[in-house]
């Protein structure tokens, strides 16, 4: 199971109509996409997907619908967090897991726990959870780390949390994870500019943004990386560094989308509150997709 995780994963977008309804179509264009040019696995209703504007039955029909399009070709994780357990549980006990090979679980959010009640939070989780955990570290979005000793307790504690996706874009903290982890434990980045660095130090491989968009030129850099061939890999990320920076320079997923749509893929619109990317960051993206 765990190997499944190695190499690139991808936080897909969720595509939407000029009526904000979801574009079925276009999702699976883009799933399509991504399988074809190499990614090794896709990540459903992360904070890419703005899933926290997608209804419940919303999710279950994306889900379902991605499912139906990758047929068992590429490994899935979908999206189980939140900052309210007992409701995160019973998500997970309502929820068709049988086609799902890991869940990836936000730590909570606004309410700043303790790091013994995140420890607590994970610990009900994965005494519940009939899949494998990935644990998503993003302090930017949720205001309170899980530091390094709480991820390596939970890690040592359940044989289900087999890996982390660390988001906090500090590499000293990757670095503490990556000495001091379980040796199966999966320290996955979160970071797209950091995920070669990350991944020539031993981790995992990535969950990307940006890796949607060009997914045979970052999973080639991961799958570099993990060979430790950083020559050839710096050689991709270095044509890459411009657009990343790009897709986080307003608000995320507007600037992926904006990368779509150049693209041909999807229309950029996104849900209040978040809004569609400034015609000036529009036109720098539109630059970099044509020049690529």
């Known amino acids: 199971m765990k190997s499944k995780f190695l190499g690139t994963g991808v936080a897909l977008v969720t595509p939407f109509k000029s009526d904000l309804s ?10 399509e996409f991504n399988i074809e040019n190499g990614v090794e696995y896709l990540v459903i209703s992360g904070t890419t997907a703005e899933s926290v504007t997608v209804t419940k039955q919303e999710k279950q029909d994306i889900t379902n619908a991605i499912i139906e399009t990758v047929n068992g070709r590429v490994p899935l994780v ?7 357990t007992a409701a995160i549980i019973e998500e997970i006990e309502t929820t068709d897991l049988s086609k799902i090979d890991a869940i990836l679980s936000v730590s909570p959010y606004y309410t700043k726990p303790t790091q013994e009640g995140i420890y607590q939070h994970f610990k009900a989780i994965a005494e519940v959870c009939p899949v494998d955990i990935l644990l998503y570290n993003v302090p930017g979005r949720t205001s309170k780390n899980i530091e390094p000793d709480t991820i390596i307790r939970l890690a040592k504690a359940f044989d289900t949390i087999i890996g982390v996706k660390e988001a906090g874009n500090n590499m000293s903290q990757y670095l503490q994870l990556l000495k001091h982890k379980p040796e199966d434990f999966l320290v996955i980045s ?9 991944t020539l130090a ?4 990535v969950i990307s943004v940006i890796g949607q968009a060009y997914p ?4 080639e850099m991961i799958r570099l990386g993990l ?3 950083a020559k050839t890999a710096y050689t991709l990320h270095y044509r890459l560094m411009a657009v990343i920076d790009y897709i986080f320079e307003e608000n995320n997923p507007a600037g992926i989308k904006a990368v779509f749509e150049a693209l041909g893929l999807c229309e950029s619109h996104v849900r209040l509150p978040l809004v569609v990317a400034s015609n000036a960051l529009k036109s720098k993206i539109i630059d970099f997709v044509k020049a690529f």
């Open 216 to 219: 045979k030129e970052f999973s």
């Open 202 to 205: 031993g981790g995992s491989g």
């Open 22 to 31: 979801v574009d079925y179509n276009a999702l699976k264009n883009i799933v």
């Open 78 to 84: 979908l999206g189980i967090g939140g900052n309210h």
């Open 190 to 198: 979160g970071d797209d500019d950091l995920a070669l660095g990350v």
């Open 227 to 229: 060979a430790g061939d």
